[in-house]
């Protein structure tokens, strides 16, 4: 039998509430025998969920995003007799189009005009802006009520209609790749090589909680970077750090970093 409360002893703040909601979740699974559906999480939730749901026996997880590479995902809570690729039914996939020849809305827009209704943001998965409008992925139980009351997004007037999944597009991510040395693999030495600002200024917009490191708010300068790692900067798209090369005969250490646009 287990024990939620004994699960969730020593875990205080943000990640008791998380993962409150998903062990109430997972006790809904146990006794309906019938997969159940998070909200949408960037990966470092995403990740915190799946490893706590793996401790509990007779449960099986898997992700939800509408596509391969979604960055905002839901996770699906299986009895382990269900495979959770088998199961659908939790994300509704929307178009919203309007005339955007002079000029289009951003995907703050988009956001914005979706938490201007009234919506969570755990509702709303990724926002897939393009030529035409944008395409949504959102919690399938809100698909109606967005197509029955986003009108406007900003200051364009939209038409909003339902879609499947095999018609989102994914986003062509345009990548610079930074091959550079830095002084140490401190969080603002790695992130203002790969934005191209002094470590100055990058240790000031770390202060000023404009960094996330792992999708993770961070601000501490000297937060060790390592290999894998995915830095974004408010406003300036994400940095990969690539590879870890070596070091120099100065001291120096050579990186190779991705920049997402």
């Avoid at 024990?3 to 006790?27: C, K, P, Q, T, Y």
């Avoid at 019938?34 to 509990?56: C, E, K, N, V, W």
């Avoid at 967005?146 to 209609?161: A, G, H, P, Y």
């Amino acid at each position: 039998m287990f024990d939620r409360e004994s699960f969730l002893g020593g875990i205080d703040g943000e990640r008791r509430e998380l993962l409150a909601r998903v062990m109430d979740l997972a006790g809904l699974v146990r006794r309906k025998h019938q997969p159940q559906f998070t909200d949408f999480y960037d990966p470092y939730h995403t990740g915190l969920i799946i490893s706590a749901l793996d401790r509990i026996p007779g449960l099986v997880s898997g992700l939800e995003g509408g596509y391969l590479e979604a960055e905002r995902q839901m996770v699906i809570i299986c009895p382990d007799y269900i495979e959770p690729p088998e199961v659908d039914g939790g994300a509704g996939f929307l178009s919203v189009e309007g005339n955007f020849r002079q000029s289009r809305p951003s995907h703050r827009d988009f956001l914005g005009s979706l938490l201007g209704l009234g919506l969570k943001r755990g509702k709303v998965g990724d926002i897939l802006v393009n030529d035409q409008g944008a395409q949504l992925v959102v919690s399938a139980g809100i698909a109606d009520f967005i197509k029955s009351n986003l009108f406007q997004v900003s200051r364009w007037e939209v038409d909003v209609k339902e879609i499947g999944r095999d018609e989102l597009t994914s986003p062509e991510r345009k990548a610079k790749e930074v091959n550079t040395t830095v002084a140490s693999l401190r969080l603002d030495a790695v992130a203002a090589a790969g934005y191209g600002v002094s470590r100055s200024k990058m240790a000031a917009e770390i202060v000023a909680d404009k960094v996330k490191l792992n999708w993770r708010s961070c601000r501490d300068s000297s937060k060790a970077v390592r290999e894998g790692d995915v830095i974004s900067l408010r406003g300036r798209g994400r940095l990969e750090v690539s590879e870890v090369k070596g070091v120099s005969r100065g001291g120096r250490i050579f990186v190779s970093l991705r920049r997402l646009i």
